[in-house]
């Protein structure tokens, strides 16, 4: 076993992005197919059935913003510009719908929505660029992230299927 030495940092190995679901791990496909129907319900508490899968909930602020035991589907629609969730629903569909990454982090692996988070070259065109805005939640677009991008919505899956976070950039 490598051991790593105390206060270094395990550096993230991030794939180009990919477009291929199929490539997915099957857990990983079957959660990714239970929030997006849920989704397609467009009530934001089917994302419950989703989010209780997990032992633990996602994280949907990476600062921490919300407390625990706070109601996951209140946290959704405190983040949704409307209230009531319908934003949170059109992000996590549009989200999914961009290529993905697969980041491996030591042992663990993630794969992580959308892909462009994580590799910020310019959109091909003004439909892929459109699609890229559909990713950023309305209360984020008047920010930008260190690199002057807009803050894009991501969701990470761990490879064994737990939804890690569903969170905007810092």
């Not at 959109?123 to 209360?139: I, S, T, Y």
Request: with cysteine; glycine share 6%.
């Amino acid at each position: 076993m490598i051991r790593k030495p105390k206060g270094v940092a395990i550096a993230d190995v991030v794939s180009p992005p990919i477009g291929d679901l199929a490539l997915l791990p099957a857990p990983v496909a079957r959660i990714r197919d239970k929030i997006l129907a849920a989704c397609e319900t467009g009530d934001v508490e089917a994302l419950r059935i989703p989010i209780d899968w997990n032992e633990t909930r996602p994280l949907f602020a990476k600062s921490g913003a919300f407390r625990a035991g706070t109601d996951p589907i209140e946290i959704l629609k405190a983040l949704s510009f409307d209230r009531k969730g319908r934003e949170t629903i059109s992000l996590i569909r549009a989200i999914f719908a961009q290529p993905y990454v697969k980041i491996m982090r030591g042992p663990t692996t993630l794969y992580e929505w959308p892909a462009f988070a994580r590799h910020p070259e310019p959109p091909a065109n003004n439909e892929e660029a459109l699609a890229r805005w559909r990713c950023v939640r309305f209360d984020d677009l008047a920010r930008s992230n260190a690199e002057g991008k807009p803050r894009a919505t991501r969701i990470g899956i761990a490879s064994d299927g737990v939804w890690h976070y569903f969170w905007s950039e810092d």
